[in-house]
């Protein structure tokens, strides 16, 4: 990622639209750790491409500052993987939920971690549908009660856990009512070359009673507070099988390999979206219908 | 004098049907012949019946002709299902060792045996096959020895020329009565030999297309294959994604970057692309979508054709929004309609669907090639501060009187292009306010005024004042074409009138002919007469017939005539 610093980016650079959460709702936390991070970045509103899907986090873009593409409901990664091919300079961040990344999107999800895009995909995960008003997610705890499910919530996806057994190069965790840890953490994988995804324990505070900003509070600790080493992948694991008691926050997992972009020869030319086209390019390709 | 050869090669999945075929059809092309080829296979690798018609003229064809003057049977089966196809000259030429000779002109060549003896592997069983029919032709053998050479290359193609010379000596020597045809090379053949597909992805590439994610299905696979294999080379991206909901979605995001992109599919397939189409639609992001046709619903016959997608892809998703759908008629055709698509898209800002099918994906005719001076790539109306004022002040949906607003592309300039699937105002941030929601509906809706000038007027073939006219779209053209000369060579006063626009449909053009007609009537492959309630719909015009085939197998020029007669003169019901 090459970043140009020209004017000063503050924190007013990213002021956007009202936000129309409820109040008090763990978006506010990582809305400020993502504009934190691009500020300390120095990365230019429109350098910036922030693609999102559907539900209360999908609309963390309107509330910050950038290009956005407002995607689909569980659609965010395929247009944010493809934007980056056509422009690499983009630094491109996909915004979603747990429903929208680990659910809906899950096929996508699976995927384009081997892939290896240079993209960063932040999930506001709050264990719950909140747009929906209070179903289970894919992210909610067993037993956990809600309209659709009376008798109590299936074990749910350990995500992170499928992230890097599918080949993901940056797995992290982070909390929204950490501002430092998360905008930090935001800032890691943002500047991670290739596919870096961060699940933000993020709480409900309007439909998910259960973990709330006190329950997080009490059961995070910090990784690299106890010698965790990223790069060991059966450690990351490890890490990624605790939650209940304890729960662990930070970069879990992280190893290099050459991005989707790195593969593709067209952009060694620069971005697709620069390149002029001549159609008399095609006239080699004739030969072989003779 | 008019020359008319027509050969048809069948046998199982894995006897090389297509490579025979293949190899006929370009020698004839090479030899400056003008061909036509179709194919017919089943969905599976191994075993079944394939065939490969060919036919060669010294006229330009467009379609398959009946009967054969030269049947290749590569086993049995084929003698047993396509005997009767044989013109009363013509001959079959089938394996001694693999099928028993009927009644009519049989040669019986030990292809199977000659391969091992001469060329040293029995698999070149149906070189030894394509020699035989040549044989039976008199063409000179020399240069389709080195069609073959260079079809099969290096030592394969030597071993393979072996075998094509065993076979064109065995039928040379041994068959004794009249020969079914007399072929001879008309000249140097410059002519190029492709399939709708090619031209599709030519066409892409000549547009400046270098953004294509697509999902194999059949029968799409091979403009993302072909696209694959000269991404490198033609400066594209072409991701092979999970699903064809990825597929489409990557392509609308690789455009909204600044990419030309396309992705490509079938029927159930662009199923779950529709999604997609609406993204398209509301953000008002170009993207071209091939939907190759094949019969459904569902998985339906993977490798047959038909046109039965045609009232879906202009209603699929929620909602009123613009989009443009294009269905080419031929080879060539294909290749400058892409173009059009791509064009379409950009200037309009919306999804622009290409419907081609199966028999057109397959079918292959000799072109005369493409002047590519003509190729215009129109990307739109882009934004630039000098003409649109400062960057601050962009709007990516700002309501215009055409509809268009001005495109900008993320972090090519300071303007900041903010779109939404959600309903948003001309910034692009999402509202639920009536008044911006009606504004932004009618502006996505206006730039349909500007869409409908771009429909090029359907084409009327054969006489204007013809009695009956045929109407038709999409592939079927060259056998309509050629069914209205069929028509009009007894009393019959037929013309065609064939659409390759769909949407915006050109709804003055097609009733003002409609009009001189006494009878019309729709000649489709699907069920339902979609194109027939297109009409009702779009002119409020009833067809008298309709000529409907849903069998997955495409129409012939005799065949549509034959059914054509039946409707007009018998009567038929509707």
């Not at chain 1, 965010?76 to 993987?81: M, Q």
């Not at chain 1, 982070?174 to 596919?195: M, N, P, S």
């Not at chain 2, 002709?65 to 047993?80: C, F, H, M, R």
């Not at chain 2, 002119?539 to 005539?561: C, E, H, Q, W």
Request: glycine letters at 10%.
């Amino acid at each position: 990622m090459a970043l140009r610093v020209e004017q000063p980016v503050t924190m007013e650079s990213y002021a956007g639209l009202k936000p129309a959460w409820c109040p008090g709702c763990g978006n506010f936390g990582i809305l400020r750790a993502l504009n934190k991070a691009l500020v300390e970045m120095k990365v230019q509103p429109w350098q910036l491409l922030m693609v999102s899907g559907i539900g209360q986090a999908g609309k963390l873009p309107h509330y910050s500052r950038g290009n956005t593409f407002n995607s689909l409901h569980g659609r965010a990664v395929p247009p944010a993987v493809a934007a980056k091919i056509a422009n690499p300079e983009l630094v491109v961040i996909v915004i979603g939920g747990d429903g929208d990344g680990y659910s809906e999107g899950g096929n996508h999800f699976l995927h384009v971690l081997r892939r290896n895009h240079d993209i960063t995909h932040i999930v506001h995960d709050n264990q719950v549908y909140a747009l929906t008003k209070g179903q289970a997610s894919p992210t909610s705890d067993e037993g956990y009660v809600s309209k659709t499910t009376p008798g109590g919530a299936l074990p749910p996806l350990n995500a992170l856990g499928v992230a890097i057994m599918a080949g993901a190069t940056f797995v992290a965790r982070t909390f929204a009512g950490d501002l430092d840890h998360a905008a930090r953490t935001i800032q890691e994988g943002v500047r991670h070359r290739g596919f870096a995804l961060i699940d933000v324990l993020q709480p409900c505070v309007t439909f998910n009673h259960v973990n709330t900003f006190k329950w997080y509070s009490e059961r995070v600790y910090k990784l690299d507070e106890r010698g965790h080493n990223p790069q060991d992948k059966m450690a990351a694991l490890e890490v990624v099988q605790q939650w209940g008691e304890r729960i662990p926050i930070g970069v879990i997992y992280r190893e290099q390999r050459p991005t989707y972009e790195d593969r593709i020869p067209a952009l060694k030319k620069g971005p697709l979206a620069k390149q002029v086209i001549d159609p008399q390019r095609i006239a080699p390709l004739f030969q072989e219908f003779q | 004098m008019p020359v008319e050869a027509n050969f048809m090669v069948g046998g199982e999945a894995g006897q090389g049907v297509q490579s025979v075929g293949a190899v006929l059809a370009k020698t004839l092309a090479r030899g400056g012949y003008h061909v036509f080829a179709d194919q017919d296979y089943e969905s599976r690798i191994r075993g079944g019946h394939n065939f490969f018609r060919i036919r060669a003229s010294n006229m330009p064809v467009a379609a398959i002709k009946e009967p054969l003057d030269i049947l290749v049977a590569l086993n049995q089966e084929t003698i047993d299902l396509h005997r009767m196809e044989v013109a009363p000259g013509g001959v079959v030429v089938y394996d001694q060792e693999k099928g028993q000779p009927g009644e009519g002109n049989y040669l019986g060549v030990p292809f199977t045996r000659l391969a091992q003896e001469k060329a040293g592997n029995r698999i070149m069983a149906n070189s030894v096959a394509f020699g035989a029919a040549l044989g039976l032709t008199g063409y000179d053998l020399d240069a389709a020895a080195n069609i073959v050479r260079g079809f099969f290359g290096g030592d394969v193609g030597e071993a393979n020329v072996t075998a094509t010379r065993a076979g064109y000596d065995y039928a040379t020597e041994n068959f004794k009565g009249e020969r079914p045809l007399n072929l001879k090379p008309l000249g140097d053949g410059k002519r190029l030999l492709m399939n709708g597909h090619d031209a599709v992805a030519l066409g892409a590439i000549a547009a400046g297309c270098n953004f294509m994610a697509g999902y194999p299905m059949t029968p799409a696979t091979p403009i993302l294959e072909y696209l694959s294999t000269h991404a490198k080379d033609m400066d594209m991206a072409v991701v092979q994604t999970e699903d064809e909901i990825s597929a489409i979605n990557m392509a609308i995001g690789a455009s909204f970057a600044g990419a030309r992109a396309m992705t490509a599919t079938s029927g159930s397939g662009f199923c779950l692309m529709v999604e997609g189409v609406g993204l398209a639609g509301i953000t008002e992001t170009p993207v071209v979508i091939v939907n190759a046709q094949r019969p459904g619903p569902a998985v339906g016959l993977p490798t047959r054709t038909e046109q039965g997608d045609l009232l879906f892809v202009l209603h699929c998703h929620q909602g009123d929004f613009p989009r443009a759908v294009l269905a080419p008629a031929s080879v060539e055709d294909a290749f400058w309609l892409t173009i059009k698509a791509f064009n379409l898209a950009d200037k309009y800002q919306l999804p622009v669907i290409m419907l081609t099918d199966h028999y057109l994906a397959t079918s292959y005719i000799t072109v005369d090639g493409f002047d590519l001076s003509k190729v215009v790539i129109d990307r739109g109306e882009t934004y630039s501060p000098e003409r649109h004022g400062p960057p601050q002040e962009y709007k990516r949906h700002k309501v215009t009187g055409s509809g268009i607003s001005p495109r900008a592309f993320p972090g090519l300039t300071e303007a900041l292009v903010v779109t939404d699937s959600d309903e948003h105002d001309e910034t692009g941030h999402l509202i639920e306010d009536a008044r911006a929601r009606t504004e932004q509906v009618e502006k996505r809706l206006r730039k349909l005024n500007g869409l409908g000038q771009e429909t090029s007027p359907p084409e009327v073939y054969g006489p204007p004042n013809a009695e009956t006219t045929l109407v038709g779209w999409g592939s079927t053209w060259g056998a309509l074409r050629e069914s209205i000369d069929i028509l009009n060579r007894g009393n019959g006063k037929f013309n065609l009138l064939h659409l390759r626009e769909l949407w915006p449909f050109p709804s003055e053009a097609v009733n003002s002919i409609l009009q001189q007609a006494k009878r019309s009537y729709v000649v489709e492959s699907n069920a339902a007469g979609q194109l027939a309630r297109l009409i009702r719909a779009e002119t409020g015009r009833l067809v008298d017939g309709k000529v409907l085939k849903y069998d997955g197998r495409p129409f012939t020029p005799s065949g549509i005539a034959e059914q054509v007669k039946e409707e007009v003169y018998h009567g038929a019901k509707s």
